[in-house]
């Protein structure tokens, strides 16, 4: 009797096991492609990648049980071309595009795989949705601002160094929305009285060459643009501005915790988590070009003291009191 006893409740026992057992072996691991404009590893975009990791991870995903995340990195337009065409041939269940010029090649690459991007200036202008509230398509995301930011930057630059008359706008034309913020800057510089040029680049030896041949001259300043190029060299951008005594304004707080006098624009971080909330909702059922696009809302000023000391230039208290974070 007893041996029946166990016997009946092994077998119950195992009837209970059997469909957590079953779930676990069904479930569908879901893949997710990744495309970064930056040479593999770039501290900045590493840092953004695991923040959209992290995003994921509190919505109960996780890389090798229930997803598993390809990344492909690409400095220029050619290779993030091919790692889009890649990424694109491996048929992942949603990709996230990681800002502008990482979004293009891959909506060029695939019209029907669904696209979250992040960190990517007026995504309307650049074809990527046909309006914010309802993308329609296959592509959807998180934007970062509009190019009107552009002269935000240029008055930072002038309220830090007044002297300044002459601005070197340094851009990757990789970047698709450069000529939005060139204009911008060219129609504000008269206000400021300054003259704005602009400095393509698209490596580490153009970089050096067209800050060089603007540093001989004086009463110059910089305003940076975040593309491959200039992210993956900002170590050397910096060390060129300061070797040249010229200030320069960035658009990510991470420039200017590197040695980069200030810093006007989004928490690029935070981004990438919020990207994760679409990626979680698309692979639950959910239509990209059903979900609006969403802009930042929170920008960060930050401020160099120790650089401003070096070049000589002593902030505007008034700009000092309304800075998030002064690095000193």
């Known amino acids: 009797m007893s041996n029946r006893r166990d016997f009946i409740t092994l ?34 975009w590493r840092a953004y990648v695991a ?19 390809e990344e492909r990195w690409g400095a220029g337009a050619d290779e993030l071309g ?18 502008a010029s990482a979004t ?14 992040a960190n990517v200036p007026d995504p309307v202008a650049n074809g990527f949705v046909t309006s914010l ?7 959807t995301g998180f934007a970062n601002y509009e190019p009107k930011i552009a002269v935000k930057w240029l008055e930072l630059l002038k309220q830090i160094a007044p002297s300044v008359t002459r601005v070197a706008f340094i851009y990757d034309p990789t970047n698709p929305t450069v000529a939005a913020y060139l204009s911008e800057m060219k129609a504000a510089a008269s206000s400021f009285g300054v003259h704005v040029l602009g400095a393509v680049v ?15 001259e004086p009463h110059g300043g910089l305003v940076v643009l975040s593309g491959p190029a200039t992210t993956s060299h900002q170590a050397l951008v910096i060390a060129l501005a300061a070797q040249h005594r010229l ?17 006007y624009g989004v928490d690029t971080n935070e981004l990438f988590r919020s990207a994760a909330s679409y990626v979680d909702r698309i692979l639950k059922g959910e239509k990209p070009g059903d979900l609006p696009v969403q802009f930042a809302t929170k920008f960060e000023l930050v401020i160099n003291l120790k650089t401003a000391k070096s070049l ?9 009191a309304r800075t998030d974070e002064v690095i000193e």
């Open 312 to 320: 000589g230039l002593d902030p505007p208290i008034q700009l000092l």
């Open 104 to 117: 293009r090649p891959m909506h060029q690459a695939s019209r029907s795989i669904a696209i979250v991007f």
């Open 51 to 69: 923040s959209f990791r992290e995003g994921l991870q509190r919505l109960g995903w996780s890389d090798g049980r229930n997803i598993r995340i």
């Open 247 to 263: 200030p320069a304004v960035y658009p990510t707080r991470e420039a200017a915790l590197a040695g980069g006098l200030a810093s």
């Open 11 to 44: 077998l119950g026992g195992a009837a209970a096991a059997w469909p957590l057992a079953a779930r676990a072996q069904g479930e569908r691991v879901r893949k997710i492609g990744v495309l970064v404009p930056a040479a593999a590893g770039t501290p900045h």
């Open 82 to 99: 091919a790692q889009a065409a890649e990424l694109a041939t491996m048929a992942p269940d949603v990709i996230l595009a990681a800002a």
């Open 202 to 216: 698209h490596n580490a030896e153009e970089i050096e060459r067209a800050i060089d041949a603007f540093g001989r």
């Open 133 to 139: 509230a309802r993308p329609g398509g296959n592509i």
